[in-house]
Structures are given as C-alpha cells and as structure tokens.
C-alpha cells in the first residue's frame, strides 16, 4: 500500500515536528509506504497575496496532476468529522491513498468535488505543519487498527 500525504507548504528545516513525521512514516512501513509532498512555488505564494480566491486556484492547479491515481481524500474543516475507526475504513482495500492538505485559504469547491471524499479533524485551526504530524499519527491508527495490531488500544 502506498499513502502519499500531499500539502500546500513551505519546505523548510522543521526542528519540532520533522522527527515525528519520520517516526510514523517509519513505524508505517511494515503496512504501507507513507510519503510527504510539500507544493509551494512563487504563483501560490504570489495567489496568497492577491486573493483567498486566487490562491485557491493556485492550490488546485498545484494540486491538480496527483489526482489521477488512487483515493483522492481532502482535510477539510468543513466536512465530515470523522472518528480513528471511520479513518481507518478509509485506508482499507486500497492500493494507493492520497491525502490533501489545503494552503491558508482551504480549497476550492470543485477541488473537493474531484476528491472521492473529504474529511475533518475538527473545528480548531491547526498550523500545517501540526495538522501534517495529527495526519500520521492517525494514518499510523488506521492502519493499525486495520490489521489487529495493539498500537490502537
């Protein structure tokens, strides 16, 4: 199994978060191959200061060539909010799973229609780069719970 976790983010040398990032892509592998895309380029980061609008856009056209393969599933504050064992169904019987992660301004609707579904962790704003490592850690769940592991009790 592969899951790609593809977001709308700066790269950069992240002292806090980057170990546990690497912790749960490392303790996934003996379920599935767990890697991170981070976009940012000068047109969303030129978007982000002409509009929210525009820089949805931008988070389309950058999101856009990665949604031919695989469970498209977008975080979205505004969905559903789903609990570790609905998680989990998501990532059963799938060969590849691609989740996504909006810039600052969230996504456009006909982004999210393309998705094959869209989740929430719920209403509170989370900083990208802590909403990535909340992501792993439930993504590690999942797939624990998907296979009888105890990691989940």
Do not use: W
């Not at 056209?61 to 064992?85: C, H, M, T, W």
């Not at 992660?101 to 869209?118: H, P, Q, T, V, W």
């Amino acid at each position: 199994m592969k899951i790609n976790v593809i977001i709308i983010d700066k790269k950069g040398k992240d002292q806090l978060y980057a170990p546990l990032i690497e912790h749960y892509k490392k303790i996934a592998k003996p379920f599935a191959k767990v890697e991170v895309i981070e976009l940012f380029d000068k047109e969303i980061a030129k978007a982000q200061d002409i509009s929210p609008e525009a820089a949805q856009r931008s988070y389309t056209r950058a999101l856009g060539k990665y949604l031919s393969g695989g469970v498209n599933i977008a975080l979205d504050p505004s969905s559903k909010e789903v609990d570790s064992f609905e998680f989990s169904k998501l990532l059963k019987d799938s060969v590849t799973v691609n989740f996504y992660i909006g810039g600052a301004y969230g996504f456009e609707r006909d982004f999210l229609s393309k998705c094959n579904k869209a989740v929430s962790f719920g209403k509170i704003t989370l900083s990208h780069k802590l909403v990535k490592v909340v992501l792993l850690e439930q993504i590690f769940r999942g797939l624990t719970i998907n296979n009888n592991h105890p990691y989940h009790k």
